[in-house]
């Protein structure tokens, strides 16, 4: 399969939470999530959807792509948080797009969404029924945060990555995988609601299971890649992998400090951040897990 992301996007709400913030809600401390989770603060949507997200990510990486939109005849969305069983999101991103004709459906893989996403994408684009699609993670998790549970709270933040992939010469490859969660470590009937530790753990060997089988999929090793791409949940938890693999810690791209845990949105923002400060053809590593248990990486020119 061979994929390329021609262009990147992001939208980031205005509305912030601060961990200052998160003191008046429930008994913690900015120290103790510095500390166990490296976040800083989160983003919070003002008035904005799922949708409005979504849309203002997708036009981003337009934009920066100089991308005609009438050439995008498929949108795939990864959330959690759509604000309605149906249309999709991607249904409502197709109508803010004025696109009359596209194939647009939404995936639910958790925080792996977009890895998800972006493996069905490309091998839609591979039977050349289709030529260019948008794949996009959007959500408002801070809406399905349980205030009063200081365990989950103050990781989660909202936002909306995109990026445009087309056919392409360079080789991409994938790895998408889930086990199940038998004992609901990580759900959201209503809110979400985890048992940290134990994600803690399945988190840092599905990270390292992914990261070393899409490199060998691709005959890849480490030094191949330019930047690793972490889906951000707890900087210690890349941490982990990072001294685990012998991985040097600064080639993960991290911004967990600035938004918190954003789901199906964290890779693509991080994405996005990443190809502003190098515009150049790079050869990136996502990866990522959550919720199912899923897991999964791709490696892919950007
Ligand atoms: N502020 C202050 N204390 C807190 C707290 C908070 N926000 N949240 C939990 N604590 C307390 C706990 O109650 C516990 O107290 P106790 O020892 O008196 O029982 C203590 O801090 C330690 O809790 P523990 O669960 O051992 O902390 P931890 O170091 O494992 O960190 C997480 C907790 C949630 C940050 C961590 O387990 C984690 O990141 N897990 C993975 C989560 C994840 O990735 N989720 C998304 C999946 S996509």
């Given at each position: 399969m061979s994929v390329h992301?021609?262009?990147?996007?992001?939208?980031?709400?205005?509305?912030?939470l601060t961990n200052k913030d998160f003191e008046q809600i429930v008994e913690t401390s900015d120290e103790w999530i510095v500390t166990r989770t490296g976040i800083k603060k989160r983003h919070k949507v003002v008035e904005e959807t799922t949708v409005d997200m979504a849309y203002y990510a997708a036009m981003d990486a337009i934009n920066k792509g100089s991308i005609k939109k009438e050439d995008i005849d498929l949108i795939i969305v990864a959330t959690i948080t759509g604000e309605q069983k149906?249309?999709?999101i991607a249904n409502a991103v197709q109508m803010r797009l004025g696109l009359e004709t596209?194939?647009?459906?939404?995936?639910?893989?958790?925080?792996?969404?977009?890895?998800?996403?972006?493996?069905v994408a490309s091998a839609l684009l591979s039977t050349f029924a289709y030529n260019r699609a948008l794949v996009i993670g959007s959500e408002t998790l801070t809406k399905i945060v349980d205030y009063t549970d200081r365990n989950t709270c103050i990781l989660f933040g909202d936002g909306a990555g995109a990026a445009i992939v087309e056919r392409s010469k360079d080789a991409s490859h994938f790895f998408s995988q889930a086990k199940p969660d038998y004992n609901d470590y990580l759900t959201v009937k209503k809110y979400i609601h985890m048992d940290g530790k134990r994600v803690y753990i399945f988190a840092v060997d599905?990270?390292?299971?992914?990261?070393?089988?899409?490199?060998?999929?691709?005959?890849l090793t480490i030094?191949?890649?330019?930047?690793?791409?972490?889906?951000q949940a707890n900087e210690r938890i890349?941490?982990?992998?990072?001294?685990?693999?012998?991985?040097?810690y600064e080639r993960f791209e991290m911004n967990i400090a600035e938004?918190?845990?954003?789901?199906?949105?964290?890779?693509?923002?991080?994405?996005?951040e990443y190809k502003e400060k190098h515009?150049?053809?790079?050869?990136?590593?996502?990866?990522?897990?959550?919720?199912?248990?899923?897991?999964?990486?791709?490696?892919?020119?950007?």
């Open positions: 992301i021609k262009a990147t996007g992001k939208y980031i709400p205005n509305g912030v149906t249309p999709s596209a194939m647009s459906f939404d995936i639910n893989a958790a925080c792996t969404g977009f890895i998800y996403a972006l493996e599905a990270m390292a299971t992914s990261i070393e089988k899409v490199l060998e999929k691709a005959n030094d191949d890649i330019d930047a690793i791409i972490p889906h890349v941490q982990a992998v990072s001294k685990n693999m012998n991985i040097p938004y918190g845990n954003t789901s199906a949105a964290s890779i693509p923002i991080t994405l996005a515009p150049d053809k790079k050869r990136v590593l996502l990866v990522g897990f959550g919720g199912g248990f899923t897991y999964g990486a791709a490696i892919v020119n950007v």
